[in-house]
């Protein structure tokens, strides 16, 4: 069974054999020995056995520059595929490059068979630049195309003493990643408690605090990205623990049997904690899907930073390198339910623990591993221990499934009317009239704004003002241009357009109206950025400025960023964050700085509230209103307040801008915007 998580940079164990692709003509040893011989180098160190890399043409041009120009972009596309390989969590085994001057298109093909990378290029010609293949795509292809039970013997004519060296490295290597994945499904098991005790406190639904599901989805990375290299592991040296001519079976089985048993463990212990001890027909359980919150938050759509050091493990600082990227796809716990359910992977655990029975100290009498051979097999027993203990039954993973099945594909017709009235509420006007602030106004404000800064609007006239709580019924941040936001800085020193959250939002720099973008906003179509003609020329207008450093503001957009393109929340949920309501983008993006959970995070009942998050039916949401009180309360409390959690003055109110009676737009700074603002939340 394949499981995917397009995890953008997370370094890779890589192995080789050989490939075998259509015959080619090798481009001159001169110009591609160098960008041949580094891959190659980097793929030893970290694998000890070559990569078999294969360049050339379908076709060879002749004359002129043109095999310059083609001998550049297959040492860039090398220099793509190395990092690629620093990256995926499952084996590039064989790679090959062609340059087809007939092809229009690059196209990239991995076969797990072979577990053989194949990039085909056009060549640059008549002016045409030709660029390699991106990273992210190769990473795409090798992850989408692995399925670790079809690779064949890839290990047949390999040097004996390579391949003793591979086997001892792998053996440290699943040491290394059970000792990850125990940090990791602690760490889960105890947000768990945290939340669920919380709830149970204030009797309201369970809810994650963003820096909660930002915690929740690291650990979730690590697990999965681990459990990908046991289960690449455990592909490798399958066909080598079954085959009785190969030099070192014994150890071959006990690697198998370490990683099949550890896989096992492992991800029975994360399902179990996600889905487990729940009662077996409770099925139609309205308030959650499952007893633990993280269910919901760690099966939906996320883009997250974690911290990936050089020996390959994701705990701690990096080395080497900033922080990398990850991209987790919607439904990654479902992934790991079905993994569970997988017939052939569970033979294989089955298959793997019996043959390691028949495993001693005195199978590697003359091993040239032995000391790490009896030390990996005197961890069997415990291994199997915690599959006992913690492992989770493939048919409560199947009705978790099917659970899951029900649920997403059964169409609320509720939700549906809730969103279509909405969206038909924000879209009316009874009172059709220009918006008071417009033209040079409008112009003259933009100018005080600095990315980051917290805006509310109100347009009047519009349906939707008479049903939404208080006087402010939108919030929105503000981008202004990208030479503006994309210099902002992170803790460690990169500008926010040069990190990766910060390079996909300007591939998607654009607005529904065409006007360049400038605010960043959650509406009826969804998380978008829209331009000042759209989100600002309106009648009413707050600027809150978050007085933060610029790093803590560059990581407040780096959180917001990546929710471009959900859907909106007409359910005002903010439990989960597959879709978004326009005051939970705030939220996301600011509450681990502002604390917006003030009165769930601080000593329950003390008064007077502070605003933020509140209790509406049950459900903790934000009225854009709060966000005003909120700003109001910090202008009277400057200091903080350990004992409520509250973080002090941390939000500015710059500007008020209110349409008079004559319609015209008054611009009011100071304590006259104070002043106008704590008049506004009380209308």
Same mark, same amino acid.
């Given at each position: 069974?394949?499981?995917?998580?397009?995890?953008?940079?997370?370094?890779?164990?890589?192995?080789?054999?050989?490939?075998?692709?259509?015959?080619?003509?090798?481009?001159?040893?001169?110009?591609?020995?160098?960008?041949?011989?580094?891959?190659?180098? +980097?793929?030893?160190?970290?694998?000890?056995?070559?990569?078999?890399?294969?360049?050339?043409?379908?076709?060879?041009?002749?004359?002129? %520059?043109?095999?310059?120009?083609?001998?550049?972009?297959?040492?860039?596309?090398?220099?793509?595929?190395?990092?690629?390989?620093?990256?995926?969590?499952?084996?590039?085994?064989?790679?090959?490059?062609?340059?087809?001057?007939?092809?229009?298109?690059?196209?990239?093909?991995?076969?797990?068979?072979?577990?053989?990378?194949?990039?085909?290029?056009?060549?640059?010609?008549?002016?045409?630049?030709?660029?390699?293949?991106?990273?992210?795509?190769?990473?795409?292809?090798?992850?989408?195309?692995? !399925?670790?039970?079809?690779?064949?013997?890839?290990?047949?004519?390999?040097?004996?003493?390579?391949?003793?060296?591979?086997?001892?490295?792998?053996?440290?290597?699943?040491?290394?990643? &059970?000792?990850?994945?125990?940090?990791?499904?602690?760490?889960?098991?105890?947000?768990?408690?945290?939340?669920?005790?919380?709830?149970?406190?204030?009797?309201?639904?369970?809810?994650?605090?963003?820096?909660?599901?930002?915690?929740?989805?690291?650990?979730?990375?690590?697990?999965?990205?681990?459990?990908?290299? *046991?289960?690449?592991? @455990?592909?490798?040296?399958?066909?080598?623990?079954?085959?009785?001519?190969?030099?070192?079976?014994?150890?071959?089985?006990?690697?198998?049997? #370490?990683?099949?048993?550890?896989?096992?463990?492992?991800?029975?212990?994360?399902?179990?904690?996600?889905?487990?001890? #729940?009662?077996?027909?409770?099925?139609?359980?309205?308030?959650?899907?499952?007893?633990?919150?993280?269910?919901?938050?760690?099966?939906?759509?996320?883009?997250?930073?974690?911290?990936?050091?050089?020996?390959?493990?994701? !705990?701690?600082?990096?080395?080497?390198?900033?922080?990398?990227?990850?991209?987790?796809?919607?439904?990654?716990?479902?992934?790991?339910?079905?993994?569970?359910?997988?017939?052939? @992977?569970?033979?294989?655990?089955?298959?793997?623990?019996?043959?390691?029975?028949?495993?001693?100290?005195?199978? +590697?009498?003359?091993?040239?591993?032995?000391?790490?051979?009896?030390?990996?097999?005197?961890?069997?027993?415990?291994?199997?221990?915690?599959?006992?203990?913690?492992?989770?039954?493939?048919?409560?993973?199947?009705?978790?499934?099917?659970?899951?099945?029900?649920?997403?594909?059964?169409?609320?017709?509720?939700?549906?009317?809730?969103?279509?009235?909405?969206?038909?509420?924000?879209?009316?006007?009874?009172?059709?009239?220009?918006?008071?602030?417009?033209?040079?106004?409008?112009?003259? *404000?933009? %100018?005080?704004?600095?990315?980051?800064?917290?805006?509310?609007?109100?347009?009047?006239?519009?349906?939707?003002?008479?049903? *939404?709580?208080?006087?402010?019924?939108?919030?929105?941040?503000?981008?202004?241009?990208?030479?503006?936001?994309?210099?902002?800085?992170?803790? !460690?020193?990169?500008? *926010?357009?040069?990190?990766?959250?910060?390079?996909?939002?300007?591939?998607?720099?654009?607005?529904?109206?065409?006007?360049?973008?400038?605010?960043?906003?959650?509406?009826?179509?969804?998380?978008?950025?829209?331009?000042?003609?759209?989100?600002?020329?309106?009648?009413?207008?707050?600027?809150?400025?978050?007085?933060?450093?610029?790093? &803590?503001?560059?990581?407040?957009?780096?959180?917001?960023?990546?929710?471009?393109?959900?859907?909106?929340?007409?359910? +005002?949920? +903010?439990?989960? /964050? /597959?879709?978004?309501?326009?005051?939970?983008?705030?939220?996301?993006?600011?509450?681990?700085?502002?604390?917006?959970?003030?009165?769930?995070?601080? %000593?329950?009942?003390?008064?007077?509230?502070?605003?933020?998050?509140?209790?509406?039916?049950?459900?903790? %949401?934000?009225?854009?209103?709060?966000?005003?009180?909120?700003?109001?309360?910090?202008?009277?409390?400057?200091?903080?307040?350990?004992?409520?959690?509250?973080?002090?003055?941390?939000?500015?109110?710059?500007?008020?801008?209110?349409?008079?009676?004559?319609?015209?737009?008054?611009?009011?700074?100071?304590?006259?915007?104070?002043?106008?603002?704590?008049?506004?939340?009380?209308?």
């Amino acid at each position: 069974m394949r499981l995917f998580l397009a995890l953008c940079s997370l370094p890779l164990l890589v192995g080789c054999s050989s490939l075998e692709p259509a015959p080619l003509v090798p481009l001159e040893a001169a110009r591609t020995t160098a960008a041949v011989a580094e891959i190659t180098s +980097f793929v030893r160190g970290r694998w000890h056995l070559p990569l078999d890399v294969r360049v050339g043409f379908s076709a060879v041009a002749t004359g002129g %520059t043109g095999l310059q120009a083609e001998d550049e972009l297959v040492a860039a596309q090398l220099a793509k595929v190395q990092e690629a390989i620093g990256r995926a969590a499952f084996d590039v085994l064989a790679l090959a490059v062609v340059v087809d001057p007939e092809r229009d298109e690059a196209d990239v093909g991995y076969d797990s068979r072979t577990a053989g990378l194949r990039i085909e290029l056009p060549a640059p010609a008549d002016g045409r630049a030709v660029q390699p293949v991106p990273v992210d795509d190769l990473l795409e292809a090798i992850a989408r195309s692995f !399925d670790w039970n079809r690779l064949g013997p890839w290990w047949k004519g390999e040097v004996v003493s390579e391949l003793a060296l591979a086997l001892e490295r792998d053996l440290a290597k699943v040491a290394a990643i &059970e000792g990850e994945l125990d940090v990791q499904c602690r760490r889960l098991e105890l947000l768990t408690g945290v939340v669920l005790a919380r709830a149970e406190a204030t009797t309201l639904e369970p809810t994650l605090a963003p820096s909660e599901a930002q915690c929740a989805r690291e650990a979730q990375v690590r697990i999965t990205y681990a459990l990908q290299r *046991l289960l690449n592991t @455990l592909g490798r040296w399958r066909t080598a623990a079954e085959d009785e001519g190969f030099p070192y079976l014994a150890e071959a089985r006990l690697v198998r049997a #370490r990683a099949a048993l550890v896989h096992e463990a492992y991800l029975g212990w994360i399902l179990d904690v996600l889905v487990g001890h #729940r009662p077996l027909l409770a099925v139609w359980d309205g308030r959650w899907w499952h007893r633990n919150p993280l269910y919901p938050v760690l099966d939906a759509q996320a883009s997250i930073t974690v911290h990936v050091q050089a020996d390959g493990t994701t !705990d701690g600082a990096p080395l080497g390198g900033p922080p990398r990227s990850a991209s987790v796809p919607a439904g990654s716990v479902r992934a790991l339910l079905r993994l569970r359910c997988d017939g052939d @992977l569970t033979g294989t655990y089955s298959d793997a623990e019996d043959e390691a029975e028949e495993l001693s100290p005195a199978s +590697f009498t003359r091993s040239p591993m032995r000391p790490m051979a009896e030390a990996a097999l005197e961890r069997l027993p415990a291994s199997r221990e915690l599959v006992e203990r913690r492992g989770l039954a493939a048919f409560t993973a199947w009705k978790e499934l099917w659970d899951a099945r029900l649920k997403n594909g059964f169409d609320y017709p509720l939700y549906h009317v809730v969103a279509g009235v909405s969206t038909f509420l924000g879209d009316t006007r009874y009172e059709p009239t220009d918006p008071a602030l417009e033209g040079a106004r409008l112009e003259a *404000l933009t %100018t005080k704004l600095r990315p980051g800064d917290v805006l509310l609007v109100r347009e009047e006239g519009f349906l939707s003002n008479a049903f *939404l709580p208080g006087f402010w019924p939108h919030a929105l941040i503000w981008m202004g241009p990208p030479e503006a936001w994309g210099a902002l800085k992170l803790a !460690d020193g990169t500008k *926010l357009q040069d990190d990766l959250a910060g390079e996909r939002a300007l591939a998607r720099w654009r607005t529904l109206d065409g006007h360049p973008p400038r605010v960043l906003e959650a509406i009826s179509e969804g998380v978008v950025f829209s331009s000042v003609e759209h989100a600002l020329a309106k009648d009413f207008v707050a600027v809150l400025r978050p007085t933060v450093p610029e790093a &803590e503001v560059a990581e407040a957009l780096r959180r917001a960023l990546p929710f471009v393109g959900r859907p909106y929340d007409f359910d +005002f949920d +903010f439990a989960t /964050d /597959d879709r978004v309501v326009c005051t939970e983008l705030v939220y996301q993006a600011y509450d681990p700085i502002l604390n917006f959970r003030v009165q769930a995070d601080g %000593t329950p009942g003390l008064e007077p509230r502070i605003p933020g998050l509140v209790n509406v039916l049950g459900r903790q %949401t934000m009225p854009a209103n709060e966000v005003a009180r909120y700003a109001l309360y910090m202008v009277d409390h400057g200091d903080p307040e350990p004992a409520r959690a509250y973080p002090g003055r941390r939000l500015e109110i710059v500007a008020v801008v209110e349409r008079d009676e004559a319609g015209e737009a008054q611009v009011l700074e100071g304590a006259a915007a104070v002043k106008a603002l704590r008049e506004s939340v009380d209308r």
